[in-house]
């Protein structure tokens, strides 16, 4: 796979390591022009003295995550259809945006009409629960998702009613359970 691909940058965190680390991978033919100067004993693509405690952090990140990545995406999976269950048990209408098949194990994006984003947010912040209407990228952005704005188009009312949910390594069924039901509880009291 690797001679398909000609630049691969990876952020530690983003595998729950270390903040401020990761790496590069460039294939051997893929010229790169130097933005910094010194780095020998990085062929000259960076100055500077690694982060080795970091480094290591991450390199265990990778491990963790390559050896409990088919477990931990069929968690995932199963904490999606739990939050769902739970709404469709209470009753309450939400639309799914994108696919359950289709899709990152880790992430559910729902829409709740009849709601705004805004009153949402601030109600499951106040429950305890960490939702956000958006990629961590655009966070604090007052822009609707661009991911939902291709998908609905710029007058959909989804741009402003939608929540991303995501998982990771320290949720467990309990929580799902327990952001299921404060979810319907906010969502019934927005809507009256």
Do not use: W
């Amino acid at each position: 796979m690797k001679e398909n691909i000609d630049l691969l940058s990876i952020s530690a965190h983003k595998i729950n390591g270390p903040k401020g680390v990761g790496f590069l991978y460039v294939r051997k033919d893929v010229p790169l022009e130097a933005k910094t100067f010194g780095g020998e004993q990085e062929r000259k693509r960076r100055a500077g003295t690694e982060n080795l405690p970091s480094l290591v952090g991450m390199a265990e990140a990778i491990r963790l995550s390559q050896e409990e990545m088919d477990k931990k995406a069929e968690e995932y999976i199963g904490f999606k259809h739990i939050l769902i269950d739970i709404l469709k048990e209470d009753g309450i209408e939400f639309h799914l945006n994108g696919s359950l098949e289709h899709a990152l194990p880790h992430v559910l994006n729902l829409s709740f009409p009849g709601t705004d984003v805004e009153s949402m947010l601030v109600n499951l912040d106040l429950a305890g629960i960490a939702v956000s209407s958006g990629s961590a990228c655009t966070a604090g952005s007052i822009e609707p998702s661009h991911v939902l704005l291709a998908m609905f188009g710029k007058d959909s009312e989804r741009l402003r009613n939608s929540i991303r949910f995501s998982f990771g390594i320290n949720n467990t069924e309990e929580d799902i359970i327990h952001a299921g039901r404060e979810v319907s509880k906010i969502v019934n009291r927005l809507r009256k």
